[in-house]
Nanobody, 115 residues
Framework: QVQLVESGGGLVQPGGSLILSCAASGTIFGFNVMGWHRQAPGKERDLVAT???????DYADSVKGRFTISRDNAKNTVYLQMNSLKPEDTAAYYC?????????WGQGTLVTVSS
């Protein structure tokens, strides 16, 4: 079993920054893709960013230039550095890992961008 534990959400003013982290339990070996999704009230869950074991990244157009995804394979941890936050970034953020044909989700962490 794989468990993903998220942290780092909170309340921040527009233009501010937050960093989210997500640690996976156990030993994660082989190829995998970790990523972040977000879901605002009344909206579908959208992909924010992904990163492979080798460090290949992809981003949603809405966050390019503002968010950075990274990972520490030794710690089985993925991060999302969020800069220049906007009110429209307000959502529950979920991390996930795709590993050998299975997908595992974190519990979600709330990010609220408001003045």
């Amino acid at each position: 079993q794989v468990q993903l534990v998220e942290s780092g959400g909170g309340l921040v003013q527009p233009g501010g920054s937050l960093i989210l982290s997500c640690a996976a339990s156990g030993t994660i070996f082989g190829f995998n893709v970790m990523g972040w999704h977000r879901q605002a009230p009344g909206k579908e869950r959208d992909l924010v960013a992904t990163i492979t074991t080798s460090g290949y990244t992809d981003y949603a157009d809405s966050v390019k230039g503002r968010f950075t995804i990274s990972r520490d394979n030794a710690k089985n941890t993925v991060y999302l550095q969020m800069n220049s936050l906007k009110p429209e970034d307000t959502a529950a953020y979920y991390c996930r890992i795709d590993w050998y044909g299975r997908r595992f989700w974190g519990q979600g962490t709330l990010v609220t961008v408001s003045s």
